[in-house]
């Protein structure tokens, strides 16, 4: 099971920073992805990241702004987060990606597990 932390309100600019754990197994050999969902939109990816490597991918609308990274001592996966605009919101995920791929994906329909989600809320 995963489960992210981090989310909340915050005013537009500002930053939070999120964070995605497993409870039971190891994280340090899965493709991890951070998507989003807004209401009435379908999930979108923000971004991903490799296991071995570490390489990033970001969406474009986030490039510049939301850093991934990991840390497989505590295995996590944080999704930092600044200058959050107004149409950043949604209920931010975690994923882990199915399947051999040799590069992360941020298509949702690749990913098979899915932690619960946590709220981000960006005010004007």
């Known amino acids: 099971q995963l489960a992210e932390s981090g989310g909340g309100l915050v005013q537009s600019g500002g930053s939070l920073n999120l964070s995605c754990t497993a409870f039971?197994?190891?994280?340090?050999?899965?493709?991890i992805g951070w998507f989003r969902q807004a209401p009435g939109k379908e999930r979108e990816g923000v971004t991903c990241i490799t296991p071995n490597s570490g390489r990033t991918y970001y969406a474009d609308t986030v490039k510049g702004r939301f850093t991934i990274s990991r840390d497989n001592a505590k295995n996590t996966i944080y999704l930092q987060m600044d200058n959050l605009r107004p149409e950043d919101p949604g209920v931010y995920y975690c994923?882990?990606?199915?399947?051999?791929?040799?590069?992360?994906?941020?298509?949702?329909?690749?990913?098979?597990?899915w932690g619960q989600g946590t709220q981000v809320t960006v005010s004007s």
């Open positions: 994923a882990t990606q199915g399947g051999g791929a040799t590069m992360c994906s941020m298509v949702p329909s690749l990913y098979n597990y």
């Open positions: 039971a197994w190891n994280l340090d050999y899965y493709h």
